[in-house]
């Protein structure tokens, strides 16, 4: 069955409904876009092969845009990291690993997110222990200070991340 902007705003609607976060909901609001459909080349099928992907959020700032396509990676993994621009070396819909299974996850891993002062620094124990060192902070600080550690502890595992729940 073929996707509709009104679907697709219901689909974002719905996801969006469970995240509390008031400041990533207003975020994300604010970069939401009436979906649009472009053809995006698909590099894994025959030369010139393309697919239908309607765009819902763009993010000027950082440049980050997600979009929902129900062919190459979807329907399994629909939302992903693709570019609207007009060269022809951003035709295309990427990777595997630019492509999620939540509208929320893709906005996670896109650039999007950075300008959220949510982010905190976790250490990783060998066992898979997961531990939070920080409060929230900026992007760059909170990755300032896991690299920090990083250089003092060469052998701990150390991440930027954040807790916002959803889903």
């Known amino acids: 069955m073929a996707i509709s902007p009104g679907r697709l705003e219901s689909l974002i609607t719905e996801e969006l409904a469970a995240l509390s976060d008031k400041r990533v909901l207003s975020h994300i609001r604010g970069m939401l876009v009436a979906p649009h459909m472009l053809l995006r080349e698909w590099d894994y099928g025959q030369p010139g092969q393309q697919y239908p992907c309607w765009f819902v959020l763009s993010d000027p700032q950082s440049g980050a845009e997600i979009a929902y396509c129900e062919h190459g990676f ?73 690299y920090e550690l990083r250089d003092h502890d060469p052998a701990g595992r150390y991440d930027c991340s954040h807790d916002i729940a959803y889903g």
């Open 74 to 146: 979807g329907p399994r993994c629909p939302w992903g990291l693709v570019s609207s621009a007009d060269q022809p070396e951003y035709r295309h819909m990427g990777m595997d690993s630019g492509w999620f299974t939540s509208f929320l996850d893709a906005f996670f891993d896109s650039f999007a997110c950075v300008a959220l002062p949510i982010w905190k620094v976790i250490r990783t124990d060998s066992q898979g222990n997961r531990t939070c060192l920080s409060g929230e902070d900026t992007w760059d600080t909170t990755w300032q200070r896991v």
